[in-house]
């Protein structure tokens, strides 16, 4: 699959449709500055395929990672004193599924999605944050955060939460992580109310590819 160039005048944020999650087609869109965004409600196995976009916003939404991040009052607290287990990679299909289950106007993280997704994780392009609850009889996860990370970029695709603030956690953690290790770019593509009280701001797609163009050059562990 090849995909139009978005830094070119007048690109529109919706550049092309197709339902190809290979590993190739999706790191080539994250490179490329496009992400997926299937739309409409997840399909019957016999009904037809979703309709699957291939964005590249104007403006583009980013966690600033240049200086530490300033979280709220409360976040900060929260952060000192939550009781919840934070893991990297330990369940990264389960977040993703997760993320699909919680949104009850219907999600748009199909089985195609995650099959793709899942791929990516398995060759170490894919990360997710994991926030579990702990009891007597084991443990349970409350919130997560996953993503794609090429060098030093990383694109936030989704969040949950099933405790209060537990997204919360899961995405300063992230973001913490992604900064010590040396990466550059947070890319949270859209943004809403949520993520502009996280801290995330909104650039021109031009500055987001030239940023993401010299993000690509770094290659930083993620740990």
């Not at 299937?38 to 291939?54: I, K, M």
């Not at 299909?93 to 199909?110: D, N, S």
């Not at 990516?120 to 009889?137: D, F, R």
Request: hydrophobic letters at 40%; charged letters at 20%; one cysteine or more.
């Amino acid at each position: 699959m090849r995909f139009p160039d978005p830094s070119r005048p007048g690109a529109p944020d919706v550049l092309a449709m197709g339902c190809d999650f290979s590993a190739g087609t999706l790191l080539l869109a994250y490179r490329s500055g496009i992400f997926p965004w299937p739309h409409g409600e997840q399909q019957e196995p016999d009904d037809a395929a979703p309709l699957v976009l291939w964005f590249s916003p104007e403006p583009r939404a980013i966690f600033p990672l240049e200086e530490p991040a300033h979280w709220s009052r409360s976040l900060r607290r929260t952060l000192r004193v939550h009781p919840y287990e934070v893991t990297l990679d330990e369940a990264f299909g389960e977040v993703m599924r997760h993320c699909g289950a919680t949104r009850a106007e219907g999600t748009w993280i199909i089985p195609e999605l995650v099959a793709g997704y899942e791929r990516l994780h398995q060759l170490g392009w894919a990360h997710s944050v994991e926030v579990w609850e702990k009891s007597s009889s084991g443990r349970t996860l409350v919130g997560g955060i996953y993503g794609v990370a090429i060098g030093g970029m990383f694109a936030g695709e989704s969040m949950f939460h099933s405790r209060t603030d537990t997204s919360k956690i899961a995405f300063a953690t992230m973001a913490e992580k992604l900064r010590a290790s040396g990466f550059t770019l947070f890319d949270v593509q859209v943004l809403t109310s949520h993520l502009a009280s996280l801290g995330c701001i909104e650039v021109p797609r031009a500055e987001y590819l030239l940023r993401l163009k010299s993000a690509l050059q770094r290659n930083p562990k993620l740990v």
